[in-house]
């Protein structure tokens, strides 16, 4: 098995060879530079992120797809940081004495909705939907297996017209970063 560091080293085990042909543990650095990994993989605005990495010790920032983030050095390898308002899905980066470090995977920034209005309506209703990480809305689907026509008029709002054969139930949003229900049921009225 190979596993790479974020140190940029890959490191493995073989099950023959070393002494007495009972395995080894050996390391092949290939020259393929260090990254930032975190071990949530998806954290919505205000939850804490988990990150390991190197070098950490004098970090002056932490941005999460280049949006600023407060976080909290814990060691030389290990610091948490909290998922800014605003922050999109992608990169997240930490800079340190030594440059910049970079995630080698995309982190997601989950959506979440906190409120609607109006809460019924019938077919042709615009809902103003408020919540949190709605850059790059996707879809915004209600019951009926047709998706409303929306704008994404900022991070934190989304205007929807209710689609022809809306029924009533909870609707969702889906964005880069995921998908999420809405809190409650809108009711379709006739």
């Known amino acids: 098995m190979l596993l790479q560091h974020t140190n940029g080293i890959l490191y493995g085990t073989s099950a023959v060879g070393g002494a007495a042909d009972r395995g080894m543990f050996f390391s092949f650095d290939v020259g393929l530079g260090a ?77 979440r909705i906190t409120s609607f209005s109006p809460m019924s309506g019938p077919v042709g209703t615009t809902v103003v939907i408020s919540g949190e990480s709605f850059t790059g809305a996707e879809e915004v689907a209600f019951i009926c297996g047709k998706a409303a026509t929306f704008t994404v008029d900022s991070d934190t709002q989304i205007t929807a017209t209710v689609p022809a054969g809306a029924t009533t139930g909870k609707f969702n949003i889906e964005t880069p970063g995921g998908h999420v229900a809405s809190p409650a049921i809108f009711t379709v009225t006739p």
């Open 35 to 111: 990254f930032v990994r975190f071990l949530q993989n998806a954290r919505a605005v205000g939850q804490t992120v988990e990150l390991l990495g190197q070098g950490f010790t004098g970090a002056t920032g932490v941005s999460f797809n280049g949006t600023p983030a407060s976080f909290k050095v814990e060691s030389d390898t290990y610091m948490t940081a909290t998922v800014p308002a605003a922050a999109t899905t992608g990169s997240i980066t930490v800079t340190e004495p030594g440059g910049t470090l970079a995630s080698n995977k995309i982190f997601r920034v989950l959506p």
